[in-house]
């Protein structure tokens, strides 16, 4: 049991991650985007490259494994600077889908077979002590965002979420916004794509499918726009939850599509509330 | 050269039946509704089970499932979506839910027929007509130029008669229509189940033409709406066009890129005409 | 009182997908030790939804058979397989396998049908010695990747070898196109049967991979057409084989059609219609349901009084795999160690489909049989 509640709890921190990126976009510029596992995936893959092929050490490998998704990070934000609203949305899922079909077809990703014999981080000894880690890194970095979220920078940041044009004729630097939050979701998404590597020990192009998003994407909307920790729980206990059927032995036939109708259909309703009742509150206040 | 072609040209025969009606539905709602390829599948799946497992005849099963998946269209454009908006969601709030709303159906019909594909065509495979260097069998002829008709139909009744005028009026800006006296009601609801009926009578002629698998809604919404983009300036009925090209764009990166990148050269049309179509040019450059 | 009503709504939500979680719990059968004996776990981890959740579902089927025989016949243990689903996806594989390890304590696992998630799945068992044994993973890759991994089923190194062979020697032919799809097992063909096939003489004329749920190949078989091959090599699955011979006949392509042994499954006639008669592909598993065989016969009458229908190769190879891991815990005791002693040293084995040998690798060598489709009926190929 301890061996898979651990490997269960560095899928939350994997989520998580993913979640955090998602919310840099979606709880800061107000954008919904579906790209950040496909930043993932260059993360994860950049990863397993250095480190099998070129047998770099793992903590460098990292390194540039998160800066290349940082790079590409910003590079998708400079590509959807002019879009917005389910425009945005949906050229971000091209690049999701889109990536998700380059990772199959190029040699470098080992193609359809994908890389294994992924080394892990920091060696195979104490693995309790390194999810432990990994956990604290992450709520950590949920920290972070929040005190970033209460200084200046983050204050202009609401102020373009909430009234762009408005926030615009006052100065506000809506461009150097974007490419900063593209570049620290691209690293965020990055690290959540190093860190399945090191978890599976294996990537392959599936593990990057749109499809995947469902979770942290939820997480961020059952979160409602609240602090970034509250994003990473709600997604380490949309993680637990989905997982749960594994814990209580469910007919695994039944619960497969069940599980993912059944979250679709919560993230639904969730999303449907959410707006609501968001709606209701500024009517209240207007 | 030819044969290149006109294997483009039967391809993009079906994306300009499925891209249809998607394309009059999003004239009204302007919502990417994702789960559009779902009524495709669902005729498809629903045609078979009627015709196949329960042994009707096609003269029954196949207006049966018409008039089932239209009253599932008409519901989803003409009640759920208008609610919606009624209430307040955001067109991206509706993109979303039209995704979970896809992978819901997917399951279900996954589950439902064992994720078995169907396929409901003749066992008698006949030899194609050659045509302009390549072949076209009877079917795929009728589909080509069903796509042409019904869209030339559907360019003229738009811009030529009052109901598409209507359409147009609604779609561009309901609350006026109303105040100008259109039953606003009314016409989203004949444009809805037309919408359905197109896309529903498309998943069926699919069925008989090769195989749908459940999964095969999202390819087709993706598809539909790279086609109604790239048509755009031309309306509804420029889905034809945009079907046409994009399936030229597609064969095009099969041949001179690489064959396994013909799915991508779907995800990639879909960014470049989300790209220019939405380019928002008013937004002052940061100096 | 909306935040209370909110909080309401999601432990409802919450609760609902829980208790859901626990009422299905209720589908799966439940075999308890019976008294006195000692109750045996096995896994099997299986592509029960997804693509190819048909072959997930006929492995099922064989393996409850060989379970349901088992318990009937055993003095001493009581067996039972906790099942999960991979979804043909090498992470839900890692992650069954390790609830299955930990959890469920099984001492042998079954799986997976394909070969992306069996390549992620064994090093994990391998950490946890547990054996691990495929029906039908058929990855070179596989070959020796563990001293805990066995398959029932031939790599593709013997089929795609063979089948080079048979184009070059028995059919003659001088130029193949490959259509491949494009997962492991259809790279994994095109790259043994390319290398063969050019070994003597041929030449491959072109090579196009296209996605698993593609159903339009129109453009690509145009292109083939244009090289001109005499022969056409499918390296894919029972659906898209079925779609692609359709389409090449109604394109006018006369080139002889080569296949593999998965398209042998009546949806390719359903779906390649008479297209698909004159078929050549290679039977690799060793399988005869008309074997006169006794433990041939026995299964097939077996399992047509359990499900009232015939078993296929699937099932077969599912039934087969149980049976192993059940004679080695008969034989030697439930333990992973002894388990794969056994099971490296079986030789000769007469199961459902045929004989089993394993060699150093956890590989089994089949006789392979070639086959063609006539009037609808996969029959053997005769010159």
Known sequence: MVDLTLYVLQLCVVVGLLALAISFYTDGLGYVVLHPFALAGVGAYVFAVLATRYQWPPILGALAAVSSAALSGLLCAEAIRSLRGDGLTLATFGIGVGSFELFRQLDITNSVFGIGSIPSLVGDGGRAWQVGVALLALLLAAGLVRTWRRSVGGTVVAALRMDEWGALSVGAPLVAHQRVTGLLAGAVAGLGGVYLAVTARFVEPRDFQVSGLLVPLGAVIVAGGRTPWGVVVVAGGIVLVSQGARFVGASPVVAGPLTEIAIAACLAAVLVFTRLRQLRRDNARG | MGS????AIVSGSIYALVSLGFALAFRISSVFNLAHGILLVTAGYLNYWLAVQHGLSPWISVPTSLALVGALGLTIEAVLIPAAKTAGLKPVDLLLLSWLMLLIVQDVLAIAFESQSIYVGASQVREGWAVFGGRVTPLQALIVATSILVGAALFLIIRRSATGQEVLAVGDDPRLAMICGLNVKKIIGLNAAAAALLTAGAGILMSYQERLDPTLGFRFSVIAIVSTLIGFPLGPAGAVVGAYVLALFETLVLYVVDPGLRDAAVYAGLFLVLVWTYRRSLVPPEG | MSRVRDHLLACTALGTFLLLCVATNGCKKEEGGARGKTLVTLGAVLPLTGEVANWGKDSSNGVDLAIDEANRRSAKYTFRVAYEDSKGKAAEAVGAVRKLVDVD?????????????TVAMVPVADAAKVPVISPSASSPKLSGMSKYFFRVYPSDTAEGGFMAEVAATKLG?????????NNDFGVGLRDVFSKGFTAKGGQIVSAQGY????????????RVQEAGPDGIYLAGYYKDGGAILKQARELGINARFLGSTTH????LITIGGDAADGLVYPYSTGYDEDSADKAVVDFNTAFKTKYGKGPGLIAALGYDCASLLVDAIEARGPSGE????????????????????????GDVHKPILLKTVQAGKFVVWKP
Request: hydrophobic share 35%.
């Open chain 2, 4 to 7: 290149i072609l006109v294997a």
């Open chain 3, 338 to 361: 002894t388990i794969r002693d056994f099971l490296a040293n079986t030789k000769g084995y007469h199961g459902a489909t045929g004989e089993i040998t394993f060699d150093e690798s």
């Open chain 3, 105 to 117: 304590k099984v001492v042998g696992i079954i799986g997976d049908n394909i070969s992306g998630p």
């Open chain 3, 264 to 267: 042998e499954d009546p949806q």
């Open chain 3, 211 to 222: 996605n698993e749920d593609q159903t339009d190949f129109r453009p690509y078989l145009t």
């Open chain 3, 173 to 181: 032919l001088k130029k193949v196109a490959i259509l491949y799809i």
